[in-house]
Protein backbone atom coordinates (compact mmCIF):
# COMPACT_ATOMS: atom_id res chain seq x y z
CA UNK A 1 0.00 0.00 0.00
CA UNK A 2 1.17 3.28 -0.75
CA UNK A 3 -0.37 6.15 0.54
CA UNK A 4 -0.23 9.92 -1.63
CA UNK A 5 -0.83 13.17 0.34
CA UNK A 6 -1.07 16.25 -2.20
CA UNK A 7 0.27 19.72 -1.22
CA UNK A 8 1.05 23.47 -2.31
CA UNK A 9 -2.32 24.19 -4.14
CA UNK A 10 -3.84 27.61 -3.36
CA UNK A 11 -5.31 31.01 -4.87
CA UNK A 12 -3.14 32.56 -7.71
CA UNK A 13 -3.53 35.14 -9.94
CA UNK A 14 -3.67 34.15 -14.10
CA UNK A 15 -0.17 34.10 -15.39
CA UNK A 16 1.27 32.97 -11.81
CA UNK A 17 2.82 30.00 -10.44
CA UNK A 18 2.21 27.15 -7.98
CA UNK A 19 4.07 24.10 -7.36
CA UNK A 20 2.34 21.42 -6.15
CA UNK A 21 4.04 18.56 -4.03
CA UNK A 22 3.30 14.68 -3.11
CA UNK A 23 4.62 12.85 -0.66
CA UNK A 24 4.94 8.91 -0.56
CA UNK A 25 4.85 6.90 2.65
CA UNK A 26 4.11 2.97 2.84
CA UNK A 27 6.48 1.81 0.19
CA UNK A 28 8.96 3.77 -1.82
CA UNK A 29 7.60 5.40 -4.87
CA UNK A 30 10.76 4.26 -7.02
CA UNK A 31 8.60 0.96 -8.09
CA UNK A 32 5.88 2.90 -9.07
CA UNK A 33 5.18 5.43 -12.45
CA UNK A 34 3.70 8.35 -10.96
CA UNK A 35 1.35 11.16 -12.25
CA UNK A 36 -1.07 14.21 -11.93
CA UNK A 37 -4.19 14.54 -12.62
CA UNK A 38 -7.24 17.48 -12.16
CA UNK A 39 -11.04 17.64 -11.47
CA UNK A 40 -12.70 20.82 -12.44
CA UNK A 41 -16.28 21.26 -10.98
CA UNK A 42 -18.73 19.30 -13.33
CA UNK A 43 -15.93 17.28 -15.42
CA UNK A 44 -14.36 14.16 -15.33
CA UNK A 45 -10.95 13.25 -13.89
CA UNK A 46 -8.68 14.07 -16.23
CA UNK A 47 -4.89 13.32 -17.02
CA UNK A 48 -2.07 16.01 -16.86
CA UNK A 49 1.82 14.74 -16.66
CA UNK A 50 3.51 11.47 -15.52
CA UNK A 51 6.45 10.19 -14.53
CA UNK A 52 8.63 6.91 -14.88
CA UNK A 53 10.02 5.10 -12.16
CA UNK A 54 13.31 6.27 -12.86
CA UNK A 55 12.29 9.86 -13.65
CA UNK A 56 13.67 9.95 -16.63
CA UNK A 57 11.04 9.77 -19.08
CA UNK A 58 7.87 12.12 -18.96
CA UNK A 59 4.43 12.95 -20.88
CA UNK A 60 2.33 15.86 -21.08
CA UNK A 61 -1.49 16.15 -21.28
CA UNK A 62 -1.52 18.68 -24.53
CA UNK A 63 -3.26 21.35 -22.75
CA UNK A 64 -0.32 21.74 -20.10
CA UNK A 65 2.84 21.12 -22.38
CA UNK A 66 5.48 24.01 -22.27
CA UNK A 67 3.81 24.98 -18.56
CA UNK A 68 3.91 22.51 -16.42
CA UNK A 69 6.89 20.44 -14.85
CA UNK A 70 6.53 16.99 -13.29
CA UNK A 71 9.70 15.95 -11.46
CA UNK A 72 10.35 13.41 -8.19
CA UNK A 73 13.18 12.30 -5.59
CA UNK A 74 13.20 8.81 -4.98
CA UNK A 75 15.48 9.08 -2.37
CA UNK A 76 12.83 12.09 -0.32
CA UNK A 77 9.57 9.64 -1.70
CA UNK A 78 8.18 12.85 -3.42
CA UNK A 79 6.64 14.18 -6.81
CA UNK A 80 6.34 17.66 -8.02
CA UNK A 81 4.26 19.62 -10.08
CA UNK A 82 6.12 23.15 -11.29
CA UNK A 83 2.95 24.72 -12.98
CA UNK A 84 4.17 28.45 -14.57
CA UNK A 85 1.88 30.70 -16.33
CA UNK A 86 -1.41 29.23 -14.74
CA UNK A 87 -4.73 29.85 -16.59
CA UNK A 88 -8.00 30.37 -15.39
CA UNK A 89 -8.99 26.78 -16.93
CA UNK A 90 -6.79 25.20 -14.85
CA UNK A 91 -8.28 26.15 -12.18
CA UNK A 92 -9.03 22.46 -10.66
CA UNK A 93 -8.67 20.01 -7.88
CA UNK A 94 -5.20 18.31 -8.74
CA UNK A 95 -4.84 14.61 -7.32
CA UNK A 96 -1.16 12.62 -7.32
CA UNK A 97 -1.50 9.13 -8.04
CA UNK A 98 0.51 6.25 -8.55
CA UNK A 99 0.60 2.74 -10.73
CA UNK A 100 3.14 -0.34 -11.30
CA UNK A 101 3.45 0.91 -14.68
CA UNK A 102 3.32 3.15 -17.14
CA UNK A 103 -0.08 4.42 -17.81
CA UNK A 104 -1.80 8.67 -18.81
CA UNK A 105 -5.08 6.51 -18.34
CA UNK A 106 -6.91 7.60 -14.85
CA UNK A 107 -8.78 4.37 -14.27
CA UNK A 108 -5.38 2.18 -14.34
CA UNK A 109 -4.04 3.60 -10.97
CA UNK A 110 -3.99 2.33 -8.07
CA UNK A 111 -3.03 4.73 -5.69
CA UNK A 112 -4.68 8.41 -4.93
CA UNK A 113 -4.34 11.49 -2.47
CA UNK A 114 -6.70 13.28 -1.49
CA UNK A 115 -6.28 16.43 -3.56
CA UNK A 116 -5.47 19.62 -3.20
CA UNK A 117 -7.33 22.77 -4.98
CA UNK A 118 -5.72 25.08 -7.24
CA UNK A 119 -7.60 28.20 -8.00
CA UNK A 120 -6.19 30.52 -10.74
CA UNK A 121 -8.18 34.23 -10.76
CA UNK A 122 -8.24 36.35 -13.85
Known amino acids: QVQLVESGGGLVQAGGSLRLSCAASGRTISSYAMGWFRQAPGKEREFIAV????????TYADSVKGRFTISRDNAKNMMYLQMNSLKPEDTAVYYC???????????????WGQGTQVTVSS
Open 97 to 111: AARKFWSINTSDYDY
Open 51 to 58: ISKSGSTT
